[in-house]
């Protein structure tokens, strides 16, 4: 069976996903709120490890943000993609797309690509204005730490994306899609903390690079 | 070579143990503007749904163009306009927008978005988003979004429901504007009357079989054969039935001063004069044509259960 993928087909269900859903409310909402978390954090994350409560530099903001990091994206990315398919499915939307001289495949590829900007917009956004802001004040060193940071980020939650769009391609109803997608977040989480537990207990240090400590996260996750 | 656009074989289809659709044989000629009736639940839904591929036939083959759809995939939904029953669409996108979206999907040109809504109404709206628009106004929005890369075969499931009396007129027009144009129309619909209107030929569907496919008017005339002579008398009505019942008119009602009996057409003149010998005077009378709906209540029965047309869950 050959490929049935028209690039052109999925560019345009990607900026149709794109547009759509980047001016849904709760995207800007969430983006807003990581701008905000990345600055509080970075003022007041030191406070709870003892330190000073002043600007820090990125590496330790990013090392208290890596473990909300990891529990928000996977919820927007579910929340984008659990309807992606059963939603519009059940609003005939699905079906006059269909109808049109496109593949599966284009549609699948197209709503994964056009859901994953948006991914890639909040946390550039939410990420970038308050790294750029971070940085202005207490610093730049270690800022590719923190682009690393956000790309991790952002590969960790297109696992989750493509994860609940699957979930909403074989879900027949989209409370059946979101419920799992939920399965997927929590098991997600049980099964990387449980990892990092074993990591830790078998010697693995926590303090030495928060950055690597993260991506180890995002492994063990995935 | 025939010139069928669209046939359906022997199509099957069965939803857990529902039989939706029970080898159905549908023969839609080009240039048609074929009307697909049936009460809610009969199967017209899934059986459009599997001519667009959205739905499995459990078995048989869909041709379009004389060549069967498993074969040409994809290819087989280019040139066909479609258009679901009670279609929504993007709440954040623009009417335009959503004109050029599915634009780039059926590769159609750019500058008919614009015309097209137009087309139907809906320029004024072309910058704002789906998403304040009522159900009517989406609804147009969709016959716009079918009619783009001036399509062979236009599929429309229900497409006035939702739609006021004014637009559903204009939705007619457009019908059979394209079909001057040469496409072939095919659209489902429970109500008669609009049937009736536009199109050359009908189907009727019921519990997932094919009740008859012919044209309009020899689904019409083949239930009765007769028209129906409705006149209204003063004096004795009930002797004057007794008089056209011992004439040989036995298919004759009577409500008070009004008769009705079923005639043909050479026949009109032998009732009036029973009439006249019957001392009955004729204040009034027409003919009634027998109707689709006659026809449609006759095929499908008195006892057709009513049910939701059944989706693809």
């Not at chain 1, 956004?125 to 790294?131: D, E, K, R, T």
């Not at chain 2, 379009?64 to 280019?78: C, H, S």
């Not at chain 2, 489902?188 to 199109?199: A, F, R």
Request: hydrophobic share 45%; charged share 20%.
């Amino acid at each position: 069976m050959k490929p049935d993928i028209n690039i052109r087909k999925v560019k345009a269900i990607a900026k149709k996903e794109f547009m759509d859903n980047v001016r849904n409310r709760w995207v800007l909402a969430l983006s807003m709120i990581f701008l905000l978390l990345v600055i509080v954090i970075s003022y007041f994350g030191g406070a709870s490890s003892g330190g000073d409560v002043e600007f820090q530099g990125f590496k330790a903001t990013v090392a208290t943000m890596s473990t909300l990091a990891a529990m928000l994206l996977p919820i927007i990315a579910i929340m984008l993609g659990y309807s992606a398919v059963i939603g519009e499915s059940e609003n005939g939307s699905l079906g006059v797309v269909m109808g049109c001289p496109v593949s599966r495949n284009d549609v699948i590829i197209g709503k994964f690509l056009g859901l994953g900007s948006v991914l890639l917009a909040t946390i550039f956004l939410g990420f970038g204005i308050s790294g750029v802001i971070v940085g202005a004040i207490a610093g730049f060193e270690d800022s590719l730490a923190y682009l690393l940071f956000m790309v991790l980020t952002f590969l960790f939650s297109m696992f989750f994306l493509g994860f609940s769009i699957f979930m909403s391609t074989i879900a027949t109803k989209r409370s059946t899609a979101i419920a799992g997608g939920l399965v997927i977040f929590f098991s997600g989480m049980i099964a990387g903390t449980i990892l990092i537990g074993i990591w830790v207990a078998t010697g693995g240090g926590h303090g030495s690079d928060d950055g690597g400590g993260h991506a180890g996260h995002d492994a063990s996750t995935a | 070579m025939t010139d069928h656009i669209l046939q359906t074989k022997a199509l099957k289809k069965t939803f857990k143990n529902v039989q939706a659709v029970k080898g159905l044989d549908l023969n839609v000629e080009k240039g048609d503007i074929y009307g697909f009736l049936g009460p809610n639940g009969a199967g017209k839904t899934t059986t459009i749904k599997m001519m667009l591929d959205l739905t499995q036939p459990d078995s048989g083959d869909i041709l379009i163009n004389g060549r069967n759809t498993r074969e040409t995939g994809v290819l087989a939904r280019k040139g066909i306009g479609y258009l679901p029953e009670r279609a929504q669409f993007y709440r954040n996108l623009t009417a335009h927008q959503t004109m050029e979206f599915f634009a780039e999907l059926k590769d159609a040109p750019k500058e008919e978005c614009d015309e097209l809504l137009a087309k139907v109404g809906m320029e004024k709206w072309r910058d704002e988003k789906l998403g304040t628009f009522s159900k009517g106004m989406v609804q147009l929005v969709g016959v716009a979004q079918a009619l783009l890369g001036s399509p062979q075969i236009l599929i429309l499931d229900e497409p006035t429901s939702g739609l006021d009396p004014r637009w559903a007129r204009a939705l007619k027009d457009i019908m059979l504007e394209m079909n001057g144009k040469g496409t072939t129309v095919f659209f489902s619909s429970h109500l008669l009357s609009e049937v009736q209107e536009i199109c050359k030929r009908v189907a009727i569907l019921n519990k997932g079989q094919l009740v008859i496919e012919d044209t309009v008017s020899r689904v019409s005339e083949g239930l009765t054969g007769k028209p129906k002579l409705i006149i209204r008398v003063s004096g004795d009505a009930a002797s004057a039935v007794k008089a056209l019942i011992d004439a040989g008119f036995s298919d004759t009602q009577v409500h008070g001063q009004v008769i009705s009996v079923n005639v043909d057409a050479n026949q009109k003149s032998q009732v009036m004069k029973i009439l006249a010998l019957a001392n009955a005077d004729v204040e009034d009378f027409k003919t009634e044509e027998s109707s689709l709906e006659d026809a449609f209540i006759k095929y499908i029965g008195e006892d057709s259960t009513p049910g939701g047309d059944r989706d693809e869950a």
